[in-house]
């Protein structure tokens, strides 16, 4: 392989693993919204330079996880209630979408398919619920939501998906308990069993409850 193409392969793979570590320490909550992204830093702490690691900071600008201040530098993005209200307003119209096309495009061999997939992390979800597993339990979430969107075979759809759904990881920790948790299982049965029914009504009115009710409460967890 030609020097230049693996020095290139190597810069995309050490953005991806920097770009993954800085995520996973919002996501877990080792950096909070506000907290400054040093890229010396992170640079030491991975053993890189600083190219790779301001490259993968833009990535997660790209995605609304941070926000670069003028002669300040980078930071976790603090989320408005506008924010959330217009991230939860697309992503309401994205997934109405999805559960419309899979009802009405997907043969009955790949409803089945789906079927099948959707029940599985319901059973997962169940019991991430009732260990009070907030991080498994998102991870669930995601995978429901997404196993629908998979389903589509539509990239574009998928991909402004993936930028909504990444901005709702800033707010995950309202949600605080077992019995919460259980609510949303609830939730999400409700969505499996419309579409399986194929009721574009129920499934795409249940769907939107579902996320207002989220939005709500991410809202109420933000405010001072």
């Known amino acids: 392989m030609d020097k230049e193409v693996m020095e290139t392969s190597h810069r995309k793979v050490f953005r991806e ?22 890229e010396t830093y992170w640079a030491k702490e ?3 330079s600083q190219g790779p690691v301001r490259e993968a900071i833009r990535d997660l600008e790209a995605v609304g996880l941070v926000e670069t201040v003028p002669f300040k530098g980078s930071r976790v993005r603090s989320l408005s209630e506008k924010d959330v209200r217009d991230n939860y307003s697309v992503r309401i119209c994205l997934e109405s979408k999805s559960i419309r096309d899979v009802i009405t495009m997907l ?48 990239q574009v759809l998928l991909k402004l998906w ?19 948790l259980l609510q949303l299982q609830s939730g999400h049965q409700h969505i499996c069993q419309a579409i399986c029914a194929k009721d574009v009504k129920e ?22």
């Open 17 to 38: 693993e920097i770009r993954n570590a800085i995520r996973e320490a919002i996501f877990s909550g080792e950096l909070n919204p506000g907290d400054r992204i040093i």
């Open 107 to 154: 043969t009955d061999e790949q409803m089945e398919r789906l079927a099948v997939s959707l029940q599985d992390i319901l059973k997962e979800m169940d019991d991430c619920a009732k260990r009070g597993d907030l991080r498994a339990f998102t991870e669930c979430d995601t995978a429901f939501h997404r196993a629908i969107i998979d389903a589509t075979g539509n």
């Open 162 to 180: 993936e930028q909504c759904n990444m901005r709702n990881w800033l707010t995950v920790p309202a949600l605080t308990n077992a019995e919460s």
């Open 46 to 48: 991975l053993g890189v």
């Open 203 to 224: 499934a795409t009115s249940t769907l939107e409850d579902h996320l207002t009710g989220l939005m709500d409460g991410f809202i109420q967890g933000i405010q001072p």
